[in-house]
Structure formats: C-alpha cells, structure tokens
T-cell receptor
Framework: DQQVKQNSPSLSVQEGRISILNCDYT??????FLWYKKYPAEGPTFLIS???IKDKNEDGRFTVFLNKSAKHLSLHIVPSQPGDSAVYFC???????????WGAGTKLIIKP | GAGVSQSPRYKVAKRGQDVALRCDPI?????LFWYQQALGQGPEFLTY????????KSGLPSDRFFAERPEGSVSTLKIQRTQQEDSAVYLC????????????FGEGSRLTVL
C-alpha cells in the first residue's frame, strides 16, 4: 500500500514556463512534507518543505502548496530552467516518527 | 568532510557473499539513516541511529541485514549471504536534529548481486 504517490513518472516542460509536480498521500497522520531533487548518480538533495499547519511555502522559484482536505501537495517551479531537469521526490513524515515515506519520483525534463 | 561520504560507490557481489557498506556522516550530525532504493522507486527506510544508539531497525528486510554505529559517527551496513533481491542503491543520510526530515544524503552505494 503506497502511502505517498507520484502518479506522473515523467514531465516535459518548456524552458521559462511553469513546472507543476504533483503528489498524493493517504495517511492523515503525516504532518510534514518535503520535496527532494535527485540528479543521476547523486544522492537526493533537499529542496523545500511544508508543515501541515501551512498551505503554502515559497523559496525563490520554488513554491509548495498543500491541500490537506484532498491529501494533495504540489511543487511549482517558475520559471523552469535547464538545471531543473532531475528526478523530484515527494516525501512525508509524522511528528511521532522520523521515517520518511517517499513517492516513486517524477522525472522532470526542461526543454530548451 | 563537507558532505556525507559513502563507500564503495559500486559493489558487485556473487550470491551468498557478505558485503559491508560504509557511511561517514557530516561531522556533528547526531542522526544517521540508511535507506534502500530499488530501480525506479523512492528510497525505503531501513534503520535509524541517534548517536551510537540504533533506535529503529524496523525497515531491515531480514536478519541478514545488520547495521552499526559504534562510536556515534561512521556507520556500517552489513548484508550477509547476499541475494539477488538485495540489488539496490543503499543511501545513507544524516541530520543535525531529529524529526524535520531535512536529511543530507550521500551519493549512495550501488550493490549488484549476481
């Protein structure tokens, strides 16, 4: 039973446009959500996070939106740049548990 | 070092061999995690250390997997009698605190069992 789902294995976006990556979760105990970015042959690197008490968190070109009623979060990247091409993972945790539960990732391709 | 260091980066083992994977976390980070990532999947939790104490090993797939962090810094993940299903990338991560989820990952050790 996948508790964190990223239903799009890949996404292709024109450079300069907005990239929107989606993530759904099933466990209502999750209260902290993170996005990680991964380049080939490297470990994941932390991108941005959001607590369940918020519905939006912004950091430069990256914004994460959380819709608790729908158990859905999204990552917006605007404007998209070639260096954003990577695999993006959504992950979730509960305050009582330090384990991160990960989605399967979405490969983002930014076209020049 | 500046980041989390893992070795070896690549390991090929024959089925039945024992392997040891090393992780050197960021200096001063009290929390250390091991994750297993199969091809095309997200990482899956294996075990967690706070300093030298292994507080959670619920994700270890079988008793062939063993992890230690004897002095609260370097950690070793050992897999005995490797099987083909053990083939994966093993990721180590560390963090200064517990609970935020903002982990710093190493580059991983890719294990291939033939």
């Amino acid at each position: 039973d996948q508790q964190v789902k990223q239903n799009s294995p890949s996404l292709s976006v024109q450079e300069g446009r907005i990239s929107i990556l989606n993530c759904d979760y099933t466990n209502s105990m999750f209260d902290y959500f993170l996005w990680y970015k991964k380049y080939p042959a490297e470990g994941p690197t932390f991108l941005i996070s959001i607590s369940s008490i918020k519905d939006k968190n912004e950091d430069g070109r990256f914004t994460v939106f959380l819709n608790k009623s729908a158990k859905h979060l999204s990552l917006h990247i605007v404007p998209s740049q070639p260096g954003d091409s990577a695999v993006y993972f959504c992950a979730a945790s509960a305050v009582s548990n330090y384990q991160l539960i990960w989605g399967a990732g979405t490969k983002l391709i930014i076209k020049p | 070092g500046a980041g989390v260091s893992q070795s070896p980066r690549y390991k090929v083992a024959k089925r039945g061999q024992d392997v040891a994977l090393r992780c050197d976390p960021i200096s001063g980070h009290v929390s250390l995690f091991w994750y297993q990532q199969a091809l095309g999947q997200g990482p899956e939790f294996l075990t967690y250390f706070q300093n030298e104490a292994q507080l959670d090993k619920s994700g270890l797939p079988s008793d062939r997997f063993f992890a230690e962090r004897p002095e609260g810094s370097v950690s070793t993940l050992k897999i005995q009698r490797t099987q083909q299903e053990d083939s994966a990338v093993y990721l180590c991560a560390s963090s200064l605190v517990v609970g935020t989820g903002e982990l710093f990952f190493g580059e991983g050790s890719r294990l291939t069992v033939l």
